[in-house]
């Protein structure tokens, strides 16, 4: 088994106990709501991540400032399912896009709207980095 195998299947397994159901609105999208009343297929899942970063000096004169960057992760085989279940149903396919909202309810129903895909660092995966909605 290659490391690269490892890896995805990593990543599978990782995905599958830490993701999240989520839904996602598009106003780009044909249909606006992603899902449909009469969607049946696979549920879109997500893995939510916070990294804080420092920025600042103190030593040269200038304030630490310590920023949040929300992230989101995209499993691509649950994404390719989401899509495959989206077109049995009549609807086009899932695309991730900027100024797509994706709500996860077991978060308190947090909005979050995606803002920019980071470059992919490995089979599987795609990360977008988010903004969280306000009000």
Known sequence: MSLADI????????????AVPATLVDEDHPDGL???????????????HNKLDRSGDLTA???EIIDGIDRLVFH???VAEVSA?????????LTLSRG?????????GLT???????????PGETVWVVARKRG
Not at 7 to 18: M, N, V, Y
Not at 85 to 93: K, R, S, V
Not at 103 to 108: C, D, S
Not at 112 to 117: I, R
């Open 7 to 18: 890896k995805a299947r990593t990543r599978r397994a990782i995905h599958g106990r830490l």
């Open 34 to 48: 992603i899902f449909a009343d009469g969607y049946q297929g696979a549920t879109l899942t997500v893995r939510y």
């Open 76 to 78: 691509d085989e649950n």
């Open 61 to 63: 004169d200038y304030a």
């Open 100 to 108: 797509a909202e994706v709500t996860i309810a077991e978060y308190k």
């Open 112 to 122: 979050f709207v995606l803002d920019s895909q980071q470059p992919p660092d490995g």
């Open 85 to 93: 279940g989206l077109i049995a149903n009549g609807e086009a396919a």
